[in-house]
């Protein structure tokens, strides 16, 4: 079945570095999600890539799906104590359910 | 985005009981919604798609007889936990989107503990 593996697992930055965690997917994609959970907390939708080598940003965000569907990034650039949390990316292929990959906690020190 | 509540946002109950989730779309109608179960530091399993007017999809080794999805309306779906054990004990959350867009709206989940 379709597999979505994410690195890093954990990541530990200094507040003011930037930061960065792939995505990839055993199969090509017919898009993918990203969503940032913080502890406690339950999964937010950040945003959605549907485009071959398609970059989106929000604001410190930098979203990049591959040429070939089957990875994606997410950078962020000068890390806040505000961006803590666990970052998932979701694979879909056109059969209509999500595969989570295994997410990237980040911490950030003050 | 869409807003998903969920109730309880935590239960704890005793080994052998029954504990109902509900998972309600307030402000758009949903006519398929997901479960998921994630353990601490770990990630969203699917457990089923709930799928209004209809049966259930589950995923593969989730039982269908212990974890029971009911969709009865464009706003509302259920999920009971049966006879649950402490094993079941989890974060339980749903999810869903509307039509056209694979975006996902989680509610904020419902923490299982089973004694």
């Known amino acids: 079945g379709q597999q979505v593996m994410q690195i890093p697992q954990y990541q530990h930055v200094q507040e003011g570095e930037d930061f960065t965690t792939y995505c990839n997917s055993s199969t090509t994609l017919s898009n993918i999600q990203w969503y940032k959970q913080r502890p406690g907390g339950h999964p937010v939708f950040l945003i959605q890539l549907v485009k071959s080598g398609e970059v989106k940003k929000q604001k410190r965000l930098t979203f990049q799906f591959g040429e070939a569907k089957k990875n994606s990034s997410l950078h962020i650039t000068a890390t806040q104590t505000t961006d803590v949390g666990t970052y998932f990316c979701?694979?879909?292929?056109?059969?209509?359910?999500?595969?989570f990959g295994d997410g990237t906690t980040l911490t950030v020190k003050p | 985005g869409a807003v998903v509540s969920q109730h309880p946002s935590w239960v704890i109950c005793k080994s052998g009981t029954s504990v109902k989730i509900e998972c309600r779309s307030l402000?758009?109608?949903?006519?398929?919604m997901f479960w998921y179960r994630q353990f601490p530091k770990q990630s969203l399993m699917l457990m089923a798609t709930s799928n209004e007017g209809s049966k259930a999809t589950y995923e593969q080794g989730v039982e269908k007889d212990k974890f029971l999805i009911n969709h009865a309306s464009l706003t509302l779906s259920t999920l009971t936990v049966t006879s649950a054990h402490p094993e079941d004990s989890s974060f339980y959350i749903c999810?869903?989107?509307?039509?056209?867009?694979?975006?996902?709206?989680f509610g904020p989940g419902t923490r299982l503990t089973v004694t």
């Open positions: 999810s869903s989107g509307q039509e056209s867009s694979y975006e996902q709206y």
């Open positions: 979701a694979g879909n292929t056109n059969a209509g359910k999500s595969t």
């Open positions: 402000d758009f109608q949903a006519t398929t």
